[in-house]
T-cell receptor, first 114, second 111 residues
């Protein structure tokens, strides 16, 4: 059963703590992405990666970090430097062959920081 | 940066009616895609239209693209309660695989 998994679905943290969100895909996709979505808004790109051990900053990378040690995995760490971390976080992946770049999304992780 | 802007922000229709939403973008694109998001869930890809295409159909969905006006429309015909969701357009530029999403149109289909 191919797809993208994100865990956990809900995450609660105290201010000042770092937290890592998991994203795994078994679609054999080269590219992976992290987005942030705030209520009633669209998706904003945090980080993206085309290949193992390489990633680029998106539009709102400050306060976040990622790693891409395996093709299947792209974990996102929300650091204490992120000023407003409470949001819905979405991970996606895409195949880069053919130039169509359709993205497949995970179910999301809702992070609440108090 | 958000390249696409959807219009209207919200739409409420009766079951069986058609729903039309529009997307405008600022810079040249390679492809334009539409996605659906049910409340609290991830996005699901609906349809992709290339920059050299003008119209595309998939089931009850019809997408048009006017590159001269930098705009696209998504039409859902004979809407159902299950079509209640937010709809987003997303564009990618030539030689760039990342997508830029609009803010979305929230569609409510009343039974």
């Amino acid at each position: 059963d191919g797809g993208i998994t994100q865990s956990p679905k809900y995450l609660f943290r105290k201010e000042g703590q770092n937290v890592t969100l998991s994203c795994e895909q078994n679609l054999n996709h080269d590219a992976m992405y992290w987005y942030r979505q705030d209520p009633g808004q669209g998706l904003r790109l945090i980080y993206y990666s085309q290949i193992v051990n390489d990633f680029q900053k998106g539009d709102i990378a400050e306060g976040y970090s990622v790693s891409r040690e395996k093709k299947e995995s792209f974990p996102l760490t929300v650091t204490s430097a992120q000023k407003n971390p409470t949001a819905f976080y979405l991970c996606a992946s895409s195949n880069l062959d053919g130039g169509l770049y359709e993205q497949y999304f995970g179910p999301g992780t809702r992070l609440t920081v108090t | 940066s958000q390249q696409g802007e959807e219009d209207p922000q919200a739409l409420s229709i009766q079951e069986g009616e058609n729903a039309t939403m529009n997307c405008s973008y600022k810079t040249s694109i390679n492809n334009l895609q539409w996605y659906r998001q049910n409340s609290g869930r991830g996005l699901v890809h609906l349809i992709l239209i290339r920059s050299n295409e003008r119209e595309k159909h998939s089931g009850r969905l019809r997408v048009t693209l006017d590159t001269s006006k930098k705009s696209s429309s998504l039409l859902i015909t004979a809407s159902r309660a299950a079509d209640t969701a937010s709809y987003f357009c997303a564009t990618d530029a030539r030689n760039d695989y990342k997508l830029s999403f609009g803010a979305g149109t929230t569609v409510t289909v009343r039974a």
